[in-house]
């Protein structure tokens, strides 16, 4: 028994239709054409200001374990899901191509190349699925958090929706809430896979099982000692507050309030703290919360936010739009790349090309524009290039601690317009420019 | 390298508060007091007028996966999460008690004791998040995905979102959506570890990596015969139709439209079709349908749907409401099971005792009640109680096959008031009755 994030084929994290095309490229021979993929989205979440870019630290563990296995091949020949050489193809597969991108903890825009997958159009287009998987959620849960802990300000954030969401999703929520600023997570697996700081007391059912409020809360203390947060809502708020304070004394760690009106709460749990001498307990809410909520409370004498459904939802929009698109591809082996997109009426068109982009500052450092270009960079835009190499010749080369994208997303969300962090619904921050290409 | 769904422990998909409270119960002896927790739901999505039970399956995998392997242990002994007694506790840890609950792809109302897991607390206690995130996740998908397929009647719904979803989180996706009615899935993954059936055929890249789209076009009915489904709005859509025909000829299998106004296009695909002769080639849309398009699409000459973004999304609701309680527990080991609830003014209150629930139908055998009581079951609704045993003394006896899901999902949606299936927003489409409880 493995842990769920250990080592595991990411292969079949896919769509069929990946491998079919595979199968009949091979068989045109345009399979060994080489392939410029680009990952963008043509639209933020309604009203939503600015994106954040999270999951790039999974994709790349994702990539890494793109490899098929014996019983996976077997269900693939057992299905006739594809044919004998294309089984033969997959059992060798391995992404020797290049992978750039935006990194971990970066904000987007409408546009923005988020991320160029090159290589044999064999080799990239089977990691579509997984790769949009991984980053359109991870990113809507990055975005709405970004938002939760601007909203906080200086308070903490933790992190505890693990049960209103898939149990694997719940891991990667954890980890991209805590890119975009959250302290912590009830979830233990977001802390060891991960190393994200775990936190967490008691429930209702730890009241509920003792025959007294008053035996629950010294058991509490008993084995966690006074630094506890205990939680004061089980029956009666203001008689569980007095008796918290009676059974661990003035020095009691924190209350939790999970329940009812927040503000009102908490001014009056805070009243009655100080008038039992505990004026250094902490007060922690917990029951419903979202950005609005937390900012309501900016003025309650509130010490930290628990965040749970709405965290994990993505606080009303729980995935991204982004679309994994081939923009560019030889026609002659060893040619030259030729940009390619659909245009058909309908909608849903792509811009064909490799593309670069850079934010351009204004003349106080404050971002004014995402540029996007496919000719050669404009050399007053090239300090400002947003693309890292990620992937190699096959080899990974963007590996990164989660403390540098946490630390990368809020430079980039210091670096916005401040209109960026108004909850209020607006269009994106800043315009996306197309660059006018050059000849080439 | 195992896939992602191979036999792993689940214990760590749990929050940390779970444990805590563990350490703290066995500290004070209430720890083996003898407890009944209850899942349910205090309300439906705003304006659903039924809940879809899904993820049951997965829960009893999840339960018979919860063990602590070494390097969990170690890393829990490492961050202090708790003390050497309750690591020791942990190491041996296996549940022992009962689980009862509503099966599989039945539905359920606010109120409805959709899982009863009894044991000591010990044991049940720290199940509570895994259980959760199952049945939370899953139910949400299987509830949108239930409207959908009401809407789409005869013709198959295909779930092609994974890329829309977190990886782990498409492939319960996909699970639940065949549970609820849908025919097919695009994800692999979802088909080697289930067994549901997989389908797929090609992107917009496989026609834009070839010269022409009569390259693209031949390829694949070279590679995958003419029953395939060629996508036809990478271009211009009239002339791919035109060249779809003459290459595959009149038996070609599907057209795909995946853009545009889709009652139109259909329309005129429809006529274009029968005009080249190709009366039997069917007509395939996918463009970011939910229950709503599909149902505008009735009268169109649409032959199947593809359903991604709001079916792993639960169409506006992507998790359920449903919590863990602790509802009765021992006073003192060996005597009667006290019912408790938190009863604070704040709201989130429960009712405590270990519930039976039954389905009343009328005289024509349409639901007109969900009964739910504490006391003895009266005899008239012996024939119609929900619960099935599925784990006794620890051992799992309630797994079935997602196809026995699947029928009772639409047995038990047929047998609801006509109005179930109405989209538009309205109460649950029967009540929740609470039996007076006996004396006991």
């Known amino acids: 028994m493995d842990a769920i994030t250990a080592h595991r084929s990411t292969a079949l994290l896919t769509d069929r239709y990946e491998l079919t095309m595979l199968q009949a490229a091979l068989r045109s021979g345009a399979a060994h054409r080489r392939s410029v993929f680009e990952v963008f989205t043509r639209r933020l979440p309604d009203g939503r200001r600015y994106g954040v870019v999270a999951g790039t630290g999974r994709v790349l563990d994702a990539v890494a374990d793109f490899r098929f296995t014996t019983p996976q091949l077997d269900w693939l020949a057992d299905r006739n899901v594809v044919d004998d050489a294309t089984l033969r193809h997959l059992a060798d597969y391995r992404f020797t191509g ?48 970004s938002r939760m802990t601007a909203a906080a300000g200086d308070r903490p954030v933790i992190e505890m929706g693990a049960r209103r969401a898939h149990e694997g999703a719940a891991v990667a929520a954890a980890r991209a809430a805590y890119i975009a600023g959250f302290s912590a997570t009830s979830d233990l697996e977001a802390g060891f896979a991960f190393g994200i700081p775990t936190t967490g007391t008691a429930a209702h059912a730890f009241t509920l099982l003792h025959d007294t409020e008053r035996d629950a809360f010294t058991a509490q203390i008993d084995s966690m000692g006074r630094g506890t947060t205990l939680l004061v809502d089980t029956y009666d708020l203001a008689e569980a507050v007095r008796t918290a304070v009676e059974v661990a004394g003035p020095t009691l760690g924190a209350v939790r309030i999970d329940s009812g009106d927040l503000t009102l709460l908490a001014h009056r749990v805070r009243r009655q703290l100080d008038d039992l001498g505990a004026h250094k307990t902490k007060i922690i809410v917990t029951s419903d919360l979202d950005e609005y909520a937390i900012a309501a409370l900016a003025a309650a004498p509130v010490d930290g936010y628990g965040v749970g459904t709405s965290l994990v939802t993505g606080s009303g929009h729980p995935t991204c739009a982004m679309v994994y698109k081939l923009v560019a591809r030889e026609s002659v082996p060893g040619g030259p790349l030729v940009p390619v997109a659909k245009r058909s009426a309908g909608g849903k068109s792509s811009v064909g090309g490799r593309k670069w982009a850079a934010r351009r500052p204004d003349a106080d450092g404050i971002a004014e524009a995402e540029v996007v270009g496919t000719g050669p960079v404009p050399a007053e835009l090239e300090r400002h290039l947003l693309h890292v190499p990620l992937v190699r010749a096959g080899e990974i080369v963007g590996r990164e601690s989660l403390d540098a994208a946490r630390e990368r997303h809020l430079r980039a969300r210091a670096s916005l317009p401040l209109s960026a962090t108004q909850l209020s619904k607006g269009e994106p921050v800043i315009v996306t420019e197309t660059a006018r290409p050059a000849a080439d």
Do not use: W
């Open 98 to 145: 290049d992978i750039h991108g935006y990194p971990e903890g970066e904000v987007y825009f409408p546009g923005s190349p988020l991320l160029t997958v090159e290589g044999t159009f064999a080799e990239a287009v089977i990691l579509e699925t997984v790769i949009l998987s991984i980053l359109n959620h991870d990113s809507a849960i990055a975005a709405a958090a």
